[in-house]
Structure formats: C-alpha cells, structure tokens
C-alpha cells in the first residue's frame, strides 16, 4: 500500500497534480474504466499511470540518403558536390559490400579486353577497303571545285592533322564535358550523386564504379585530368594501339575505383569520389614506366623539369602517404590503384591478357565466316 501511494503522488495521480480538462480526476477516470468484476483495487496502478502520462513524441530519425553511409556528416573537398547534408549510416557487414563490386570488376575488365580484341579484328579486315576509298575520295578531290571558306572542309583539315591517340581521347573528353554538363542542371542533382559518384556505402554500388570515370563537378578538375590525358595520348596509343588503349582506360576507371571501395571500408572513411584520375595515373604510369627516361615539366613550371621514372615514384609516395594519413582533398587510394594496374599492365599484363586474345579471336572469326548453321528436320 505504501509503494502505490508513492506511486500515486510520483507517476501523476496525486495532488500535485492539476485535475485533467473537463473536471475529472484520475480517480473518477479509474472508476470509468475499470469493469467492476475484472479490475479491483490492486489494478489501479497500471490505469493511473496510464492516466497519468502522456505519449512521448516519436524522435525523427534522419532520413537515409542514397550516397552513403558514415554516422557522421561527410565534409567533402571542392571537387565533390555538396552532400555535407547528408547522414550517412554505417553497414553492420561493410566487407560483404565488396563481393558485387569484385564480381563487376572482374567481368567488366574481361569484357572490355574481349571486346578490345574483337574491335581490332574488324578494323583490321576493314582496313585495306578502307585504304582504296581513301584513294578514292583523294581522286575526288583533285577534280572537284575547291570552296573557298567551307568550314567542314577546314574541320577535316584540323582532324586529320590529330595523332591518332588526341583523336581516340577526343571522345572521352566530349564525354566529360556532356556529364559536366549535366552537373549544372538542379533537377538532375540527385540522379547524378546517385550514378556518378561512387561510394561503397551507396545503394548503387556496380555501375558508379564506370560512370564516375566520366563525371567532373569542378571545372578546373576536369580540365587538369583532360589536359593531362591530352598530352599523353599520343604516347600511349603509339604504346598500346587503339583498341588496346581504350580497353586499359575503362578498366582502369572500374579497377582504380574498386580499391577506393576496399580503402573506404577497411579505415571507416565513407565518402563519394568522381573523376577520371584514377584512369589518368593508369595512362601516365605505363607511359613513366615504358619511357622512364622522358623528361616531363609541370604545366605553370615549365622550367623545371624532371624525369618520368622519377615523376612517377614522387606520385606513388604521395597517394600513399595521403592513404594511410588519411588525406581527403584527392582520393589518394583511387589515384594509387590506378598507378600500381598502369605499372603491372605495361609490365606483365600485357604478355598475360592481350597476347593470348588469339582464341577469342579465333572463335569470332569462325562465327563471321561460317555464319548461323541452318538446321533442318529429317524427311
């Protein structure tokens, strides 16, 4: 009996308590409400301090946003779009995020060199018809009446003095520019966070991988990574070919961003990247590591300069120190794993993979030349 009158005087149904609007107190409430045969006296706590408490307002819990998760506000560097808004939440297995994008890894790089191998083959069987229309067309030429000021002629003129590598990248940068593009549209923000950016805490994991090779949301970073691709693509298409080049770009793009992943998730430091640098430290380490001796300058300090061996060992220690120092300005491990593929691609990668094209290619061959076999029905 004592403990409930504490109870009473405690949990809201003594007198210090103001009477609730309409007159009644919590006893008369009690007597309402309580079947005279089911609830006695002994039951009177558990309807008092329902009658006497009020529900407490349900905390909101902030919403989950699509680029990620890290229990924290993710402050983010001038090279990223604004998501500091966003609350990021934390997956309970973070390693288990990593299983779909090795798979992607893996059979994007061997689709892109498959498809590499097949490219060049048809360029090849296409070549010489190639070459007697352009004698063709030269002839042509000769007899037609020039015009003077015709502005496609003079954009010919301006490609066919391109090496073959600035026409190859030429594309890649329309491509950039068009997803910069897209950037500046307001209601295509979160479609483009959501796609272009790529973080291992995202609902979207695979394809951010690909299409954030191609996304910029800084001008001035987009035009350092073109002008650096421009200036060594004549190098390493003269390296690797066309189609071998563009194979080793793109999966450049997806493997860079996949160690990106596995470093996010091992140090806990979620956050979304884009841009093609990762790609770029591919292109500029095997050109560094083919021509070690090639003497590179910095582009506002021309005057000095200095070697590509001992360029690139100057860039590997630095992604490495802004990986385990934890730098946020770049993604230093992104930029890292693209240097190291660029390095063991040059090196090993390409007696492994590129020069053992010839079954695939083999097999494409005969499925040009034999066709589809008719089947028949037997009489």
């Known amino acids: 009996m004592a403990w409930r009158g504490w109870a009473q005087r405690g949990w809201g149904c003594g007198r210090a308590w103001a009477p609730p609007a309409g007159g009644r107190n919590c006893e008369e409430l009690t007597a309402a409400l309580a079947p005279p ?7 009177n706590f558990f309807i008092q301090q329902k009658c006497g408490f009020r529900k407490a307002p349900r905390k909101v819990e902030p919403r989950r946003s699509d680029t990620g998760t890290t229990g924290e506000t993710y402050k983010r560097s001038a090279l990223i779009p604004p998501v500091e808004e966003t609350v990021f939440y934390p997956s309970p297995y973070p390693v288990r995020t990593l299983i779909k994008p090795l798979f992607f890894t893996v059979g994007f790089t061997g689709c892109a060199f498959g498809s590499a191998a097949i490219w060049q083959y048809e360029s090849l069987k296409s070549r010489v018809q190639s070459y007697f229309d352009g004698i063709k067309a030269d002839w042509l030429d000769s007899i037609r009446p020039q015009k ?6 003079e954009i010919n003129k301006w490609w066919n003095n391109l090496s073959d590598g600035q026409r190859t990248v030429t594309g890649i940068i329309a491509a950039n520019v068009f997803v910069f593009c897209l950037w500046r549209v307001p209601s295509l923000q979160r ?5 272009f950016t790529s973080n291992p805490a995202s609902k979207v994991l695979c394809s951010p991988m690909l299409l954030s090779t191609f996304s910029h949301f800084s001008l001035f970073h987009m035009a350092a990574n073109m002008y650096v691709l421009w200036s ?29 992943y596995v470093c996010k998730v091992a ?3 979620y956050g979304p990247s884009l841009g093609a640098s990762g790609a770029i430290m591919t292109v500029l380490a095997a050109v ?33 120190a802004g990986m385990i120092l934890g730098w946020k300005f770049f993604d230093h491990a992104a930029h890292l794993g693209g ?41």
């Open 288 to 320: 560094c590591t083919k021509i070690p001796e090639g003497r590179l300058a910095i582009i506002f300090l021309p005057m000095f300069t200095f070697t590509a061996g001992n360029a690139l060992k100057a860039i590997i220690a630095m992604d490495t």
């Open 148 to 153: 003077e000021g015709d502005f496609r002629k």
């Open 267 to 269: 140090t806990g430091r």
């Open 339 to 379: 240097a190291l593929f660029g390095i063991w691609y040059i090196t090993y990668g390409h007696e492994l993979i590129w020069k053992n094209r010839e079954p695939l290619v083999k097999i494409w061959h005969e499925m040009r030349t034999n066709g589809p076999k008719k089947g028949g029905g037997s009489k």
């Open 232 to 260: 060594f693509s004549s190098s390493i298409v003269n390296i690797l070919g066309q189609e071998q080049f563009m194979a080793v770009y793109l999966s450049a793009g997806v493997i860079s961003n996949f160690v990106s």
């Open 37 to 43: 045969r089911l609830l006695g006296r002994r039951f």
């Open 191 to 195: 479609t483009m966070i959501r796609y």
